[in-house]
């Protein structure tokens, strides 16, 4: 009789009223946004020992193993220092060339490569992704960190060159941190763009790697942007001037070297640098959110 009642209740209901009388959900539906933060933030220790792991295992092959994270930089800025320095000559106007040339070249590559492996962070997953239940976040905050933690032995080899050169230390040193600090919530929102990005258009893997030659040409990392203002239309030479990769290379040259040319103003950097972290670190995550029940399907 009991069973009876109970079918007598639910008769003339639809799904979705069957489903909230009794209690249930759909599985695999994307939870509330503040949900999913309390999600990220509960699975904090595994996306660390995850950045780790993966950080360890990057040059488990080579012969140098991780020093190749400090050779890489080193190696690209020994070229470009002969190409743009010496045969092209850009170093001309520019004060202490060599360790302008290396902070560009270490912080552009921070970026890079957290780009790189965000566009591929959920494509390359897909077993994890479909083996494991987590907030699929993880991933692109996991290459963050990751390369965060790499960056901090280029940070120390960028240092004794700063030095080596002639540069003083001073309490301005101490605004790496806070330029840093910024930059790493741009790059793991962006990462997170491209990570629902690349999930669905799977050629930018391809494609991205052009797209960041072409940035770092606009980013200052190789001469001074200020050749642009005198080549390019106004609206171009300011977009220049916005560009957020410049901006945080600019704070990091700024806080490093004492006679470095700003494209802006440093209090307008700054500005610039919190409106980027802010837009691009919320976002990106809300970006990425919207997707989260799409990722590994298909």
Not at 23 to 44: C, E, H, I, N
Not at 133 to 151: D, E, G, K, M, Y
Not at 252 to 265: M, Q
């Amino acid at each position: 009789m009991a069973n009876t009642a109970v079918a007598d209740a639910d008769s003339g209901l639809t799904r979705a009223q069957l489903a909230a009388r009794h209690g249930l959900s759909v599985a695999g539906a994307r939870p509330t946004l503040a949900a999913y933060v309390k999600q990220v933030w509960f699975y904090r220790h595994f996306i660390t020992t995850y950045a780790n792991a993966k950080a360890v295992s990057a040059f488990s092959q080579a012969r140098l193993g991780q020093m190749w994270q400090v050779l890489t930089p080193l190696t690209n800025a020994a070229v470009y220092y002969l190409i743009f320095g010496i045969i092209i000559g850009t170093s001309r106007n520019v004060p202490n060339f060599i360790a302008y040339l290396c902070v560009g070249v270490f912080v552009f590559n921070f970026a890079q490569l957290v780009i790189l492996g965000g566009t591929s962070a959920i494509t390359g997953n897909l077993g994890l992704i479909r083996a494991l239940h987590f907030p699929r976040a993880s991933l692109p905050i996991a290459v963050t960190l990751t390369q965060l933690r790499n960056l901090f032995y280029a940070m120390a080899v960028l240092v004794v060159i700063v030095l080596v050169t002639g540069e003083p230390i001073t309490l301005d040193w101490l605004l790496v941190i806070p330029a840093m600090v910024l930059m790493t919530i741009f790059n793991a929102g962006l990462a997170m763009v491209l990570a629902r990005l690349g999930s669905k258009l799977t050629d930018m893997k391809q494609i991205m790697p052009f797209v960041m030659r072409t940035w770092m040409y606009g980013s200052g990392v190789l001469y001074s942007v200020k050749a642009f203002e005198q080549n390019l239309p106004a609206v171009l030479a300011h977009l220049v001037n916005v560009n957020p990769l410049l901006i945080y290379i600019e704070l990091v040259r700024h806080a490093l070297l004492e006679n470095t040319i700003l494209t802006s103003s440093a209090p307008r950097l700054w500005l610039l640098a919190i409106a980027w972290a802010v837009v691009m670190g919320v976002g990106g995550f809300i970006y990425f959110w919207r997707g989260e029940q799409e990722y590994g399907r298909g």
